[in-house]
C-alpha cells in the first residue's frame, strides 16, 4: 500500500512531489524517495525511514526541474534499506520507475535479464520493470515509445499494480500503469499530476479522473491521454473533488477506519499475491524453515493478543483440518508464564499487525529459548518480531491507521489460510490439486468483499437503532465463534458498549441469563454443517424476548422465521466465511460509534500498538 505521486508542470517538480508524499505517507514509511528530470537527466534521491529523512538528505540541495516522481513505500520485497527505496533506476541510470503492488512473476522475469547481462541493485521486484523498459524503449518494435514500451511490459506482469516510470529523454512526460490497484490522474491548468489517491494532488487541483483497469496514462503539461495495452485511446469522465485536504488524507472519508475498511478486497489481494509458482504450486518464500523441518512439526501453538487472537482461532480450524496437526491458541501475556511444552518439533506462530506487540514478541522470545520453531505473521517488515522469528510471512495489508483493527485482522486471518494450505502441502495431507482448488476459492474473496461492501447501507441503518443498547451479545460456532468474539471486541472498542462473544452452544450454560426484552443478539449463522444447531440456538434466545441479529448466507432462507433482522453475505466455502462475515460486524460497530458521537479512529484508552507489557 505504497504511495505514489507523478507530476509534470511549470513548478518546481521537487516541492510539488515532496508535499504529496507527506500527505500519503500515511499509506507507508518504511523508506521514501523522489527523482526530478533536469536538463542533464535524472536525479535520483532516496532514503530509508520516513520521510523526514528524505527531506533532510534533499534539504537546500539543488534539484531543480519541472518533472518528477516520487514514492513512500511499505515494504514488501526486500527490507526497508536505502537500496530496496524507490525510484529504481536501469543500468544506464536513463529509466526512473515507481511501484505500488506485487510483481508475482519477477523471478522468472530476473533471471532472463540477469542472463542478458543486466546488474541488480536491490532486492525488489519493481526493479525488473527498469531493466524491461530500458530494453524495450532501446530496440524492438517500441524502440523510442516510453508508453509503448510500457504498454508491452504491463501484458508481461502478473499479479497487482501500479506503475510510474519518467525517462531522461522524455522531458515533458510521465508514464504510469494500474491493474488492481488505484491511481487516480489530477488535471491541472498548465500541469498535470498522477497519484495513488487524490490526497497527492489535492493541494493543486481538486479535477480528477480515475485510470481503469489496464490502462496506461500518458501524463504532459498541455494533456493527458489514456490507452488501453493495445494503445487504444480510450475516454474516461473527469470528476470534482470536493474534500479539503484534511479530509483527502482519509479519501474523503469520515474516519480512518472507514476508509481502511472499504481497502480491505485490495488487501486480502495483496496478501494473496505471488503465493503460487509455475506450477500452481504454494510457496510462501519468506520461510527460511526447510521443508524436511516443516514435516517434523508434531504440533502448533498460536500465539497472539486481540483481533490478532481471534485470527489464530481461525487458523486454528485451517491447519487442523487440513493439516491434522494439533494446534493450540493461546494469548500471548498468558504464553510463557504457564510453562507450555515445546520443543524442535513444535511450530509456534506469532501473529501481531506491528511485529512490536510486547506480549507476543515475549512469547517468541520464549518460544526460542525451548528450540521450537517460530513463524511471524506480521504486516511490517524488518519488525522486531520478524528479526527474531525463524522465519516471516508479511501480510503485505499496507498501513492502518485506525487503532481498531480492520484489514490488520482481514489479512491475517488470509494469512493463516496461506499457512495451514502451506503445511498441508508439504506434510501431504492435501495433494496439489486440492492446494490449488482451495487458493482458487480463496482468490475469489475480494470480488466477494468488494459486492459486499456495496450492500452495507442496511447494515448502518441497522447500527443506528441500536446506538442506545448498552450491551450486546455475539452467537456462533465453528469459525463463526472466533467471529463472535471478533465482533463484540470491536462494539466494546468503538462504541463502549457491553458486548460478550460466546459458543453458541454454551448459551445455555448461563449466558442465557442475560437475555431481557429487547437485548440484541447477533447470530454468525453463514451457511454450514451445524445450522440446524444454530437454528435452536437463535429459537432459545427469542423465545426470552432476544433481538435477533443474523448474519446468513444468500438464498439461505432457513433462518429467516427466527431472525428480526437479516444481514446477508454472498455464499463461500465455510471455512472461509470469517472473511466475510466479518465485514457487517466492523460496520456494525463503527456505525454504532458514529450514531453515539465518539472518536471512531482514536477510542479512549487505547493504543495502535501495545508495546509494554
Same mark, same amino acid.
Given at each position: 500500500?505504497?504511495?505514489?505521486?507523478?507530476?509534470?508542470?511549470?513548478?518546481?517538480?521537487?516541492?510539488?512531489?515532496?508535499?504529496?508524499?507527506?500527505?500519503?505517507?500515511?499509506?507507508?514509511?518504511?523508506?521514501?524517495?523522489?527523482?526530478?528530470?533536469?536538463?542533464?537527466?535524472?536525479?535520483?534521491?532516496?532514503?530509508?525511514?520516513?520521510?523526514?529523512?528524505?527531506?533532510?538528505?534533499?534539504?537546500?540541495?539543488?534539484?531543480?526541474?519541472?518533472?518528477?516522481?516520487?514514492?513512500?513505500?511499505?515494504?514488501?520485497?526486500?527490507?526497508?534499506?536505502?537500496?530496496?527505496?524507490?525510484?529504481?533506476?536501469?543500468?544506464?541510470?536513463?529509466?526512473?520507475?515507481?511501484?505500488?503492488?506485487?510483481?508475482?512473476?519477477?523471478?522468472?522475469?530476473?533471471?532472463?535479464?540477469?542472463?542478458?547481462?543486466?546488474?541488480?541493485?536491490?532486492?525488489?521486484?519493481?526493479?525488473?520493470?527498469?531493466?524491461?523498459?530500458?530494453?524495450?524503449?532501446?530496440?524492438?518494435?517500441?524502440?523510442?515509445?516510453?508508453?509503448?514500451?510500457?504498454?508491452?511490459?504491463?501484458? =508481461? @506482469? /502478473? !499479479?497487482?499494480? #501500479?506503475?510510474?516510470? $519518467?525517462?531522461?529523454?522524455?522531458? +515533458?512526460?510521465?508514464? *504510469?500503469?494500474?491493474?488492481?490497484?488505484?491511481?487516480?490522474?489530477?488535471?491541472?491548468?498548465?500541469?498535470?499530476?498522477?497519484?495513488?489517491?487524490?490526497?497527492?494532488?489535492?493541494?493543486?487541483?481538486?479535477?480528477?479522473?480515475?485510470?481503469?483497469?489496464?490502462?496506461?496514462?500518458?501524463?504532459?503539461?498541455?494533456?493527458?491521454?489514456?490507452? =488501453? @495495452? /493495445? !494503445?487504444?485511446? #480510450?475516454?474516461?469522465? $473527469?470528476?470534482?473533488?470536493?474534500? +479539503?485536504?484534511?479530509? *483527502?488524507?482519509?479519501?474523503?472519508?469520515?474516519?480512518?477506519?472507514?476508509?481502511?475498511?472499504?481497502?480491505?478486497?485490495?488487501?486480502?489481494?495483496?496478501?494473496?499475491?505471488?503465493?503460487?509458482?509455475?506450477?500452481?504450486?504454494?510457496?510462501?518464500?519468506?520461510?527460511?524453515?526447510?521443508?524436511?523441518?516443516?514435516?517434523?512439526?508434531?504440533?502448533?501453538?498460536?500465539?497472539?493478543?486481540?483481533?490478532?487472537?481471534?485470527?489464530?482461532?481461525?487458523?486454528?480450524?485451517?491447519?487442523?483440518?487440513?493439516?491434522?496437526?494439533?494446534?493450540?491458541?493461546?494469548?500471548?501475556?498468558?504464553?510463557?508464564?504457564?510453562?507450555?511444552?515445546?520443543?524442535?518439533?513444535?511450530?509456534?506462530?506469532?501473529?501481531?499487525?506491528?511485529?512490536?506487540?510486547?506480549?507476543?514478541?515475549?512469547?517468541?522470545?520464549?518460544?526460542?529459548?525451548?528450540?521450537?520453531?517460530?513463524?511471524?505473521?506480521?504486516?511490517?517488515?524488518?519488525?522486531?518480531?520478524?528479526?527474531?522469528?525463524?522465519?516471516?510471512?508479511?501480510?503485505?495489508?499496507?498501513?492502518?491507521?485506525?487503532?481498531?483493527?480492520?484489514?490488520?485482522?482481514?489479512?491475517?486471518?488470509?494469512?493463516?489460510?496461506?499457512?495451514?494450505?502451506?503445511?498441508?502441502?508439504?506434510?501431504?495431507?492435501?495433494?496439489?490439486d486440492e492446494v490449488r482448488a482451495h487458493m482458487a476459492d480463496l482468490s475469489t474473496i475480494p470480488d466477494l468483499l468488494t459486492e459486499l461492501l456495496g450492500r452495507m447501507e442496511p447494515v448502518r441503518e441497522l447500527a443506528r437503532s441500536l446506538k442506545d443498547e448498552e450491551r450486546v451479545l455475539f452467537l456462533g460456532r465453528h469459525v463463526g465463534y472466533p467471529m463472535a468474539l471478533e465482533g463484540a471486541l470491536k462494539l466494546k472498542e468503538l462504541a463502549y458498549v457491553s458486548a460478550e462473544g460466546f459458543p453458541a452452544g454454551e448459551i445455555k450454560h448461563g449466558p442465557i441469563a442475560l437475555i431481557e426484552q429487547g437485548t440484541p443478539v447477533v447470530v454468525i449463522a453463514p451457511r454450514h454443517a451445524?445450522?440446524?444447531?444454530?437454528?435452536?440456538?437463535?429459537?432459545?434466545?427469542?423465545?426470552?424476548?432476544?433481538?435477533?441479529?443474523?448474519?446468513?448466507?444468500?438464498?439461505?432462507?432457513?433462518?429467516?422465521?427466527?431472525?428480526?433482522?437479516?444481514?446477508?453475505?454472498?455464499?463461500?466455502?465455510?471455512?472461509?466465511?470469517?472473511?466475510?462475515?466479518?465485514?457487517?460486524?466492523?460496520?456494525?460497530?463503527?456505525?454504532?460509534?458514529?450514531?453515539?458521537?465518539?472518536?471512531?479512529?482514536?477510542?479512549?484508552?487505547?493504543?495502535?500498538?501495545?508495546?509494554?507489557?
Open positions: 500500500m505504497c504511495g505514489i505521486v507523478g507530476y509534470v508542470g511549470d513548478k518546481q517538480a521537487l516541492e510539488v512531489v515532496l508535499d504529496g508524499l507527506r500527505r500519503l505517507e500515511y499509506r507507508g514509511y518504511d523508506s521514501a524517495g523522489v527523482s526530478v528530470l533536469d536538463g542533464s537527466g535524472l536525479q535520483v534521491e532516496r532514503k530509508a525511514g520516513k520521510l523526514a529523512n528524505l527531506e533532510e538528505l534533499v534539504s537546500g540541495r539543488a534539484m531543480p526541474g519541472t518533472l518528477g516522481i516520487g514514492h513512500t513505500r511499505w515494504a514488501t520485497h526486500g527490507p526497508p534499506t536505502d537500496a530496496n527505496a524507490h525510484p529504481h533506476v536501469d543500468c544506464a541510470g536513463a529509466v526512473a520507475v515507481v511501484h505500488n503492488g506485487t510483481i508475482e512473476n519477477y523471478e522468472v522475469l530476473v533471471a532472463g535479464l540477469e542472463q542478458r547481462g543486466h546488474q541488480r541493485r536491490s532486492e525488489t521486484d519493481t526493479e525488473v520493470v527498469a531493466h524491461l523498459l530500458e530494453e524495450r524503449y532501446a530496440d524492438g518494435p517500441t524502440q523510442g515509445d516510453l508508453p509503448a514500451s510500457l504498454r508491452s511490459i504491463c501484458k =508481461d @506482469l /502478473e !499479479g497487482s499494480f #501500479v506503475l510510474v516510470v $519518467s525517462h531522461r529523454d522524455e522531458p +515533458d512526460l510521465v508514464v *504510469a500503469a494500474r491493474r488492481n490497484l488505484p491511481l487516480v490522474i489530477g488535471l491541472g491548468d498548465g500541469e498535470n499530476f498522477v497519484g495513488s489517491d487524490v490526497t497527492a494532488f489535492i493541494a493543486h487541483t481538486r479535477e480528477a479522473r480515475a485510470v481503469e483497469q489496464d490502462q496506461v496514462v500518458e501524463v504532459r503539461r498541455a494533456g493527458v491521454t489514456v490507452t =488501453d @495495452l /493495445e !494503445g487504444t485511446v #480510450v475516454d474516461g469522465d $473527469s470528476y470534482h473533488v470536493d474534500w +479539503d485536504t484534511d479530509a *483527502a488524507e482519509k479519501g474523503g472519508y469520515e474516519f480512518f477506519m472507514l476508509k481502511e475498511i472499504e481497502e480491505q478486497p485490495a488487501a486480502v489481494r495483496e496478501t494473496l499475491g505471488g503465493r503460487l509458482d509455475a506450477d500452481g504450486l504454494l510457496h510462501l518464500d519468506e520461510l527460511a524453515m526447510s521443508d524436511e523441518d516443516v514435516r517434523g512439526i508434531e504440533q502448533v501453538f498460536i500465539v497472539a493478543c486481540g483481533s490478532a487472537y481471534h485470527s489464530g482461532l481461525i487458523g486454528k480450524y485451517a491447519i487442523e483440518r487440513w493439516c491434522r496437526l494439533p494446534v493450540q491458541v493461546e494469548m500471548a501475556s498468558e504464553f510463557r508464564y504457564r510453562d507450555p511444552v515445546v520443543g524442535r518439533n513444535t511450530l509456534v506462530i506469532a501473529v501481531s499487525q506491528s511485529g512490536e506487540t510486547a506480549d507476543t514478541l515475549e512469547a517468541v522470545r520464549h518460544a526460542r529459548s525451548q528450540r521450537a520453531w517460530v513463524l511471524a505473521v506480521t504486516n511490517t517488515v524488518g519488525s522486531t518480531i520478524s528479526r527474531e522469528s525463524d522465519a516471516a510471512l508479511y501480510t503485505r495489508g499496507g498501513p492502518e491507521v485506525a487503532v481498531a483493527s480492520t484489514k490488520a485482522v482481514m489479512t491475517q486471518i488470509t494469512a493463516m489460510y496461506l499457512v495451514g494450505l502451506y503445511l498441508a502441502q508439504l506434510r501431504g495431507t492435501r495433494d496439489p451445524l445450522q440446524a444447531k444454530l437454528i435452536n440456538n437463535v429459537q432459545e434466545v427469542r423465545a426470552r424476548g432476544a433481538r435477533t441479529i443474523v448474519i446468513t448466507t444468500d438464498g439461505d432462507a432457513s433462518v429467516l422465521p427466527y431472525a428480526d433482522d437479516v444481514i446477508s453475505i454472498p455464499d463461500t466455502k465455510s471455512l472461509l466465511t470469517p472473511l466475510l462475515t466479518i465485514v457487517p460486524l466492523q460496520v456494525l460497530s463503527a456505525e454504532i460509534a458514529r450514531a453515539r458521537g465518539l472518536d471512531v479512529d482514536q477510542p479512549r484508552n487505547l493504543a495502535k500498538s501495545v508495546t509494554v507489557e
